[in-house]
């Protein structure tokens, strides 16, 4: 039965080649520029730590003076030393990791490779049993390192690719600003996006290549970057970032049950409450702990232009589908005589409708597949863009079956509407003139 | 014309007029938004930028003692003085859009402190000797600095250098002290103060605002050696910049072996700034251009089906002294017609979006001549694309009338 009607409504899209072409060039297009701006949107706007995002929590306190204090104001993004450190030595989550990203300058002992800025991440030990990173050689360093400024370093893949060839480099050593590090561990295939723990120095595709002790970094005064916000008379001196009244450490904790996470708040609340009576807070206690991916939406991660494209694609698949609604009920009602004649000679009107639905439902496929290759062709031309989330445009399977689903579903409502009216025809109505 | 007919047949037609019209709407709608986007994009790519774009080539250095820097710094530009074609070299902190922004807010009253919501952010451009000269700043007023107005460590470590001098932007100025002349004018920022020596031509900032009077408000300050100091600037002519860029890097590289250099030309910069806008102009106009292909192509598919289903009217019509002028005319009429009412509905949608829009994304509001414009674009599109099927229509010959349908 399927596979008749399927041979009727082959035959009369051929019969109407241009109309045909017309119909499965508007859904392609359609489709096309929607699934390539959706996809952009699905990989940006993904889950970095897909088993771990749920018990991963970013605290927020708020150390500022009165000047524009109001109620309603949010935390700043970022913690100072002072507050960043008692949380840490606190212990009061799972997990705990305070960080800053910064570039320092790598002195390759190879004479082959000049030197160059690496990119690094200062921070603790927890940092990678929290965010549960691989490693492919040795292990990251512990809190016996952490507290004893020990100059070890851990690498990314790719630049152990670079300096040793891939092989274990774990026990080699690393200049690092003329200084030299240890190498113990070297990570496997880490490639969080969006770059969710550090997001100042690029939001997406932003790897380090190297990671240090925090306390070691500040100890060899390694150049921080990323924010530092200050307030009342401190300037942001790079020297003395640890006593200045400046935010500029990323801190993220691990909580895994919902009573653990209210404990963290309360305990945060009243931090808050104590530093505000010992007169260091002079606002009071205002705080907020955001899961993962809350921090990611409040930061607006995802970049304006991509969800602006998103939209502005979907009123163009809009226009495509109103356009082909047109098209096909134009095709359909050109038909009225053949139709009838179909009806006189016995066919019901569910029979015709189910024809009909099916002749869309073929122009949704190829235009399914039309656009397919359209959002394939427009992701290759968005990856040979420059920004630094365009090499993640890739189609993957789940995006695959939604672009085919999509336009074969968005076809059958444009079908529906067009074929309806059709089938209303009186059978042998149309005869009487011919 | 009389255009009763034209109603009354289309009253016969509901779905396919309807459909005709909602989607001109949408294409007017999307249009209007998405030619309104593309147009504040184009005017901030093409934002003037009071340096030599063309003939500058900058590199940075990085990994070498700061104790040292005095002594490097000379070195250094001595060594980058000597290569053929250079006009001039000076060192700089940072440059318009690199997005390297070094920020603070300044206002025009000694008691003004850093965190004063009334003040102007400004971004801090740190300069060293001949900085005029090498990044080609043009002076409008007063003078540009001494050569013992450069102070060795005058940043060192702060925020703010402990000078007193400052050379502005004509933008800056505008802002700070409408109507007056900044000349003598000071900059406050408790403890410190600057006072104007100098207004040149407006310079960008390194990061853009979407206000782009605001992309203007620089401040130059004169810095000697100091460690913020690691961006080497060299002017030449544009076409030796490729040149002079290669063998500033190897001098800069042989003079500082264990440092990290790293060389670009501005324009390399600018293209790089610039590069997400302009990838997000070519997707709107690519959008923009298939989208009212495809809405030609629904009106020529639709049209062409009422020509097919009126052939014997038009016939009729034809055989009782319409002339193919009056056919023309008719599906000219009722195309604008069928236009109109979706250009007023597009307009209001248009309008309805931007609201959502600056709402959602801190887009402006759109000035109110898009609209109309948007609306004529879709005017002429419809009249375009009705004219094959109308043509098809107005050649039915007479005779049409008098065969069986």
């Known amino acids: 039965m399927l596979a008749y009607y399927f041979d009727l409504a082959v035959h009369s899209l051929k019969r109407h080649r241009v109309l045909t072409a017309l119909m499965v060039l508007a859904i ?226 691990q909580l895994d049950t919902p009573a653990s996470v209210a404990d963290y708040k309360r305990f945060l609340e009243h931090y808050s409450q104590d530093q505000h009576r010992a007169g260091r807070f002079l606002r ?46 134009a095709k359909f009602m050109r038909r009225s005589t053949e139709l009838s004649v179909r009806r006189a000679l016995g066919a019901s009107r569910r029979a015709l409708f189910g024809q009909l639905l099916m002749e869309s439902g073929v122009i949704g496929l190829l235009g399914g597949a039309g656009g397919l290759l359209l959002a394939l062709l427009g992701l290759w031309l968005i990856r040979q863009q420059p920004a630094d989330y365009a090499d993640l445009a890739r189609m993957d399977i789940s995006m695959l079956l939604t672009t085919l689903l999509i336009a074969v579903l968005a076809s059958l409502i444009a079908g529906l509407l067009p074929a309806w009216r059709a089938c209303r025809v009186a059978p042998a109505l149309q005869l009487k003139g011919n | 014309m009389e255009i009763r007919p034209i109603v009354a047949s289309l009253k016969k037609h509901r779905i396919p007029t309807l459909l005709i019209v909602l989607q001109i709407a949408l294409a007017c709608a999307v249009l209007c938004n998405a030619v309104f986007m593309i147009g504040g994009r184009v005017r901030q790519m093409r934002l003037a930028n009071a340096i030599d774009e063309q003939g500058l080539v900058s590199v940075s250095l990085q990994g070498t003692d700061p104790k040292l820097i005095a002594s490097d710094t000379q070195r250094n530009l001595a060594a980058l003085r000597s290569i053929a074609g250079v006009q001039a070299v000076s060192v700089v902190h940072t440059l318009p859009l690199t997005n390297n922004n070094w920020g603070w807010s300044f206002g025009i009253t000694p008691d003004s402190s850093v965190t004063d919501q009334k003040n102007t952010n400004v971004t801090l451009y740190f300069v060293g000797q001949g900085s005029q000269r090498a990044l080609g700043l043009r002076l409008l007023e007063g003078r540009y600095f001494s050569d013992s107005e450069y102070v060795d460590n005058a940043i060192a470590g702060g925020a703010l250098p402990n000078t007193h001098l400052v050379v502005i932007t004509q933008a800056l100025g505008k802002q700070l002290w409408p109507g007056q002349s900044a000349l003598g004018k000071t900059l406050y920022s408790k403890p410190n103060y600057y006072t104007v020596v100098g207004v040149v031509a407006d310079v960008l900032r390194p990061r853009l605002w979407s206000d782009n009077r605001k992309s203007y408000y620089s401040a130059f300050f004169p810095v000697g050696a100091d460690d913020v100091l690691r961006t080497y600037v060299l002017r030449g002519a544009p076409a030796d910049r490729d040149r002079i860029l290669r063998e500033a890097i190897d001098a800069l590289q042989t003079a500082n072996p264990q440092a990290v250099v790293k060389g670009v030309t501005f324009q390399a910069i600018r293209d790089k700034y610039y590069a997400d806008t302009n990838s997000m102009v070519w997707i709107l106009v690519l959008v923009c251009a298939v989208m009212l292909a495809v809405t030609a192509f629904g009106i020529v598919g639709l049209t062409s089906f009422w020509v097919g289903q009126r052939r014997r009217q038009i016939g009729i019509r034809r055989a009782v002294g319409a002339t193919r002028a009056d056919i023309l005319r008719y599906f000219r009429t009722e195309n604008f017609l069928l236009s109109s009412a979706g250009v007023v509905l597009g307009m209001i949608m248009a309008y309805g979006v ?35 099927p109308a043509m098809r229509a107005a050649a039915v010959p007479p005779v049409v009338a008098t065969q069986p349908a």
């Not at chain 1, 104001?73 to 800053?100: C, I, S």
């Not at chain 1, 300096?163 to 690092?176: A, C, D, T, Y």
């Not at chain 2, 959502?356 to 694309?385: D, F, H, S, T, V």
Request: proline share 7%; aromatic share 12%.
């Open chain 1, 28 to 253: 392609a297009m359609g489709i096309g520029a929607s699934m390539t701006t959706l996809t952009v949107l699905h990989v940006l706007s993904g889950d970095p730590l897909p088993q771990r995002s749920g018990s991963i929590y970013y605290p927020q306190i708020d150390p500022r003076n009165l000047v524009d204090y109001s109620p309603k104001v949010e935390p700043p993004e970022q913690l100072t030393w002072v507050d960043g450190m008692y949380l840490l030595h606190a212990r009061r989550a799972v997990r705990q990791a305070l960080m800053t990203g910064g570039m320092v300058p790598l002195q390759p002992a190879q004479s082959a490779i000049d030197p160059f800025q690496a990119a690094a991440l200062y921070t603790s030990s927890d940092f990678f049993p929290m965010f549960n990173v691989p490693f492919k050689y040795g292990t990251g360093w512990g809190e016996a390192e952490d507290a004893g400024k020990v100059r070890v370093a851990v690498i990314s893949s790719a630049l152990n690719d670079k300096l040793f060839g891939g092989k274990n480099s774990v026990g080699q050593m690393l200049r690092l600003q003329e200084t030299a590090f240890r190498i113990i561990g070297v990570l496997g295939d880490w490639h969080p996006n969006p770059h969710f723990y550090e997001w100042y120095m690029g939001g997406y595709d932003s790897d380090e290549d190297v990671y240090l002790p925090l306390t070691t970094a500040r100890d060899l005064k390694m150049e921080h970057d990323g924010s530092t916000d200050c307030w009342g008379n401190s300037g942001g001196d790079p020297d003395h970032l640890e006593t200045v009244n400046c935010t500029w450490l990323q801190f993220w904790v």
């Open chain 1, 284 to 329: 009071p206690p205002n705080v907020r702990l955001r899961s993962l991916m809350q921090w990611l939406d409040y930061l607006k991660m995802v970049p304006s232009d991509a969800r602006l494209q998103v939209w502005l694609s979907l009123g163009f698949l809009a226009v495509c589908l109103i356009n082909t609604v047109g098209l096909m009920l």
């Open chain 2, 354 to 388: 931007n609201l959502y829009l600056m709402k959602q994304y801190e887009l402006e509001r759109m000035p109110w001549y898009y609209l109309p414009a948007g609306a004529l674009a879709l005017w002429l599109i419809g009249q375009l694309a009705v004219s094959g």
